[in-house]
């Protein structure tokens, strides 16, 4: 702390670079959505943004990701768990396999589950004979969503459970408590933070997603319609303002839900540590 | 001395079940879509198959989604050594608030990426006179595309440094500058063999997510075919012309770059683990 700026060289020129790269791809084009927006009338606006369709867009959207990164938080502990936690044949492989998400395209990923769970696809013709319908539902669009989010919950808890200290289990053990007791108390409260990380990124991503969901969704206005989707048919109307209005209304949202997130993980950690 | 046997794991039970549910989740959320692209991409056929990834819309898009790719990767790969090395080496005021903002791109839609730069450089966009005097085209075309994928993939390489970096420290590389070294030069022989793994890491990620890009690209692509049509977009236009067998054969391909790039990524971090 003796000196605010090291010796090592080059400060000015590093930082110079980085605000300028920023402000070119990312700032600049960000505030052309403000500066749309600011160009339309209050009475425009409200209705390009909050009218009927576009408002079930957003709850399909917001509602199926909150679902499946519900889901992903489930089996992305489970999963982080029986890797860090057993060993068994294979488990190096399905260790591996966990990224795929992040490694396969997202319309690739879309035309396959659209496939797979359509009435004659393979789980689709299985879901039809109990009644329910995969492709072209909400269920469907959870479905995709958290195909595309497996890799979020399980790759921020595993590395915490690796670090865990195994003593205080054992300790705790040996003082009479149960397996669940020592499971509730001991271990989770440590996976509450990575838990909350993997579930804001898995749900941002959800929420912005548009490949994967394009193609399962079958895109029925009031009915399975998402919110990119719905900036992107207008966009191909050349309506920008209607884009425009949808798009700064689910970026608000996005920001205000992860710095929720973000607090709420620092309440926590401040919460353990103390 | 029978608690002592169950000590260091739950009652066996319990553990064939939890893996038992692992497997079956991974099986049917992962390998059957992946044993679904295969079987549908032969469905016609090996013939039909080569036909369709040798097919000359397919080799543009190729041709093209390499190039955005490259590109995208080797912009992002410079800035995130530069804003990795002026993070983590300097101390100055607002620095949690840049690394927020490098973070950004994760919490927006790929959509909404594509949106802004329509906006900008698209009809009635602001710099669309400019553009119109130079007879320079940005969207629907080239530059937009490596644009838009440069937006998404922003982060990947800088998010991988930034903590790797962090944890190693100053020391060695202000000694290196006490006894005169350049700046260019402790870069090159001290700090990038401390870092050549997670470097390699966050390229291997960057790649991936450049590669398969669909959202963003598809706003500013205008759809061209053989010109501004990238692999994931030729994929949507062969479904969505029931060419169903040709899609999924196009996929298959990029089934094979993604396991290779799991392979990578594996090998890297192991890589990376043994030489701590």
């Known amino acids: 702390m003796a000196h605010k700026n090291s010796v090592v060289p080059g400060f000015r020129l590093t930082l110079g670079i980085t605000l300028a790269y920023l402000s070119v791809i990312i700032l600049i084009p960000l505030s052309s959505v403000f500066l749309k927006t600011a160009d339309m009338g209050l009475r425009e606006f409200i209705d390009a943004a909050f009218n009927k369709r576009v408002l079930h867009a957003y709850g399909v959207s917001f509602i199926s990701a909150f679902l499946a990164a519900s889901v992903n938080v489930i089996f992305g502990v489970l999963l982080a768990w029986v890797i860090v936690r057993y060993d068994f044949p294979f488990k190096r492989i399905m260790d591996g396999m966990i990224d795929l998400p992040f490694a396969l395209p997202t319309s690739v990923a879309g035309i396959a589950l659209t496939t797979l769970y359509s009435e004659n696809g393979w789980i689709g013709s299985q879901l039809s004979k109990a009644g329910m319908k995969g492709s072209y539902t909400v269920f469907g669009i959870t479905i995709a969503l958290v195909f595309i989010g497996i890799p979020f919950v399980t790759r921020s808890v595993q590395p915490v459970l690796e670090d865990l200290d195994k003593g205080i289990e054992e300790a705790s053990l040996m003082l009479g408590a149960t397996r669940s007791q020592i499971f509730k108390k001991v271990i989770l409260p440590e996976l509450l933070s990575p838990i909350l990380t993997g579930f804001s990124l898995a749900f941002a991503r959800g929420v912005g997603e548009y490949g994967s969901v394009v193609f399962i ?48 993980r620092r309440r926590t950690n401040k919460f353990l540590k103390e | 001395m029978k608690k002592h046997k169950s000590h260091g794991g739950e009652p066996k039970g319990i553990k064939i079940i939890l893996i038992g549910i692992s497997v079956l989740f991974l099986v049917t959320m992962l390998i059957l879509p992946l044993a679904l692209i295969i079987t549908q991409a032969l469905g016609k056929g090996v013939r039909a198959y080569i036909e369709a990834i040798t097919d000359h819309y397919t080799l543009k898009a190729l041709q093209l989604t390499l190039l955005a790719t490259i590109t995208a990767v080797a912009a992002n790969t410079l800035f995130g050594i530069t804003a990795a090395w002026c993070i983590t080496k300097f101390k100055f005021k607002g620095k949690q608030f840049l690394i927020t903002l490098i973070d ?131 994929i949507e236009i062969l479904y969505s012309e029931y060419q169903f067998s040709a899609a999924f054969a196009v996929s298959s391909c990029l089934v094979m770059i993604a396991v290779i790039i799991l392979i990578l990524r594996n090998l890297v971090e192991w890589k990376a683990k043994k030489s701590r």
């Open chain 1, 217 to 264: 969704s079958g895109n029925m206005p009031m009915k399975t319609e998402i919110a990119p989707l719905l900036i992107m048919s207008k966009l191909e109307q050349f309506d920008y303002e209607g884009a425009t209005a949808i798009a700064i209304v689910m970026l608000l949202v996005s920001f205000i839900m992860l710095l929720i997130l973000n607090l709420l």
């Open chain 2, 104 to 234: 950004l791109p994760f919490s927006i839609s790929p959509v909404i990426a594509g949106l802004i730069f329509v906006l900008i450089f698209g009809r009635n966009g602001l710099f669309y006179g400019l553009l119109e005097q130079f007879d320079v085209k940005i969207v629907f075309a080239l530059p937009g595309i490596i644009l838009a994928t440069i937006f998404v993939t922003f982060p990947f390489v800088a998010r991988e440094l930034i903590p790797l970096m962090e944890a190693q420290g100053t020391d060695e590389e202000a000694a290196a500058a006490s006894m005169g070294a350049g700046g260019f030069t402790i870069f090159w022989r001290i700090t990038l063999p401390n870092i050549k793994w997670g470097l390699l890491y966050g390229i291997i990620l960057c790649t991936a997510r450049a590669m398969g890009e669909f959202g963003a690209v598809s706003v500013v692509s205008g759809h061209i075919r053989g010109k501004t049509n990238t692999l994931p977009l030729h």
